[in-house]
């Protein structure tokens, strides 16, 4: 037998709090523009931050945002990871609601076409049906 393979099952409340950890844990290797940085997503961002500051302090500003844009890379890959454990922690039931509820309308609001809008939209289309219809 092989060291480090288990036929075992994980124990565990499933995969989805594991799945998240281990993005969280996951260790990147950053090329930056002259600096090769390794770690989590959140030491990499921080690492870049720090770097942007120390190049703004020396006056070099164009390093300075080179180093902030790979920060904001990294800082969007931990909004994604954010936005993944909020939509699994709203129940499928409540999500189910929220999309009924929505409004599936996609004309222009009344406030831009005015009050009796609708109104006209629902007659324009009436009129419409009735003259394919006869034609």
Known sequence: MRHGTS????RGRGNGGRRANSQ??????SNGPDVR???TAHQVAEKY?????????AGDQIMAESYLQ???????IINSWNE?????????????DLNIE????LSLPSSI????????????????AAEMAAG
Request: proline share 2%.
């Open 37 to 39: 940085i390794r770690g």
């Open 24 to 29: 969280r844990m996951q260790v990147f290797d």
């Open 7 to 10: 036929t075992r099952r994980q």
């Open 102 to 105: 929505q409004d599936d309308d």
């Open 84 to 96: 993944d454990v909020q939509e699994r922690s709203v129940p499928r039931d409540v999500r189910e």
């Open 49 to 57: 931050v720090a770097l942007a500051k120390d190049s703004a302090a």
């Open 70 to 76: 790979h920060a904001e890379h990294y800082q969007r």
């Open 113 to 128: 076409l005015g009050a009796s809008s609708k109104v006209k939209s629902s007659l324009v289309s009436g009129e419409c």
